[in-house]
T-cell receptor, first 114, second 112 residues
Framework: AQTVTQSQPEMSVQEAETVTLSCTYD???????LFWYKQPPSRQMILVIR??????QNATENRFSVNFQKAAKSFSLKISDSQLGDAAMYFC???????????FGTGTRLKVLA | DAGVIQSPRHEVTEMGQEVTLRCKPI?????LFWYRQTMMRGLELLIY????????DSGMPEDRFSAKMPNASFSTLKIQPSEPRDSAVYFC??????????FGSGTRLTVV
């Protein structure tokens, strides 16, 4: 069975600094998708970034980028120039190609210090 | 686009009562998902639909839970009878293929 592990329950970062959130997953599949979602206190789940497993190039979205290491089954999220609005729970998710079902990690709470 | 719309935002009900949660997906999205979020179990997939047809309901915890999607613009999740352990945030999400879910704002259900 596929699993997603986020080993950091909570992280803190100073405003304008860079922080990296870790995610590892376990799968025997070769074709899958990985996602990072942000859940601020408003409760809304917001898609931050997605990565296709067949793409070697790491995805980037403005200040957000990933380090995708397929062999190591690692998918970390880097947030550059952290802003107060980045404070939220961040969830890593895995989806096997063709299933459309997501398996979520337990989340990492990110605090941004002014 | 108004996004995925869920109602109600909060629901408080007594044990044994029927609860109906509602969801309007984004127009054009062909997949709809119901998730439940709790502190203990995190985000769990309950059921999902493709083109209004239920594809996988293996996550539905008990027969007390049922979901329908009568058309492309509306889905319901019903709990009858409700129990205190059903208290959670219930999310509806829709997607077009695998491009990434768009979640609704969730319904916080409290069963007393």
């Amino acid at each position: 069975a596929q699993t997603v592990t986020q080993s950091q329950p909570e992280m803190s970062v100073q405003e304008a600094e860079t922080v990296t959130l870790s995610c590892t997953y376990d799968t025997s599949e070769s074709d899958y998708y990985l996602f990072w979602y942000k859940q601020p206190p408003s409760r809304q789940m917001i898609l931050v970034i997605r990565q296709e497993a067949y793409k070697q190039q790491n995805a980037t979205e403005n200040r957000f980028s990933v380090n995708f290491q397929k062999a190591a089954k690692s998918f970390s999220l880097k947030i550059s120039d952290s802003q107060l609005g980045d404070a939220a729970m961040y969830f890593c998710a895995y989806s096997r190609a063709g299933t459309y079902k997501y398996i979520f990690g337990t989340g990492t709470r990110l605090k941004v210090l002014a | 686009d108004a996004g995925v719309i869920q109602s109600p935002r909060h629901e408080v009900t007594e044990m044994g009562q029927e609860v109906t949660l509602r969801c309007k997906p984004i127009s054009g999205h062909d997949y709809l998902f119901w998730y439940r979020q709790t502190m203990m179990r995190g985000l769990e997939l309950l059921i999902y639909f493709n083109n209004n047809v239920p594809i996988d309901d293996s996550g539905m915890p008990e027969d007390r839970f049922s979901a329908k999607m009568p058309n492309a613009s509306f889905s319901t999740l019903k709990i009858q009878p409700s129990e205190p352990r059903d208290s959670a945030v219930y999310f509806c999400a829709s997607s077009f293929r695998i491009y990434g879910y768009t979640f609704g704002s969730g319904t916080r259900l409290t069963v007393v």
